[in-house]
Each structure stands twice: as structure tokens, then as C-alpha cells.
């Protein structure tokens, strides 16, 4: 009985270190792969970075005319223009 454990245990660990050999060789194409991603931006990143702008652009401007209405004097927006 306990040599037929013995004959069979290599072949249970031969899945194992298959398993382990094939996580070492795509270790590097992983990586590479999540370097390229966070390196590169996505059209829908870009695009929801510029509405963001957009969106802070038009807070800035409507704070300002509520100040200069309060205040009486014209809006400034020019500094909700510099970047």
C-alpha cells in the first residue's frame, strides 16, 4: 500500500509544478501588460478628464458671478481659466 502512495505522488505533483512553471513564464507578459496600461491613457480617460475640466471650469464661473452679483461689481472668470 505505502509504495503505491509513493508511485502515485509524482504524478499529483507534476500538475503542481506545471502550474508553478507556467505562473513563472507569464509572470513577464503580465507585467509588461500592466505597465503599458498604466503608462497609457484611454480615449474614455481622456475624454472624462476634459469634462471634468469642463465641469470645474463652468463651477468656477458660476461662483464668480454669484460673488460679483453679491459684491456689485462684474465678474471676473479670467482666473477660472488658468490652468
Do not use: F, N
Not at 509524482?10 to 505562473?23: F, Y
Not at 505597465?35 to 471634468?52: F, I, P, W, Y
Amino acid at each position: 500500500m505505502r509504495y503505491w502512495i509513493i508511485g502515485l505522488l509524482p504524478l499529483g505533483l507534476s500538475g503542481c509544478i506545471a502550474k508553478t512553471a507556467l505562473d513563472v513564464v507569464t509572470l513577464p507578459v503580465k507585467a509588461a501588460s500592466k505597465t503599458v496600461d498604466v503608462m497609457t491613457t484611454s480615449q474614455s480617460e481622456a475624454d472624462e478628464k476634459r469634462g471634468r475640466a469642463v465641469r470645474e471650469r463652468e463651477e468656477c464661473i458660476g461662483k464668480e458671478q454669484r460673488r460679483a452679483e453679491r459684491a456689485g461689481r462684474a465678474p471676473d472668470i479670467d482666473h477660472c481659466y488658468r490652468d
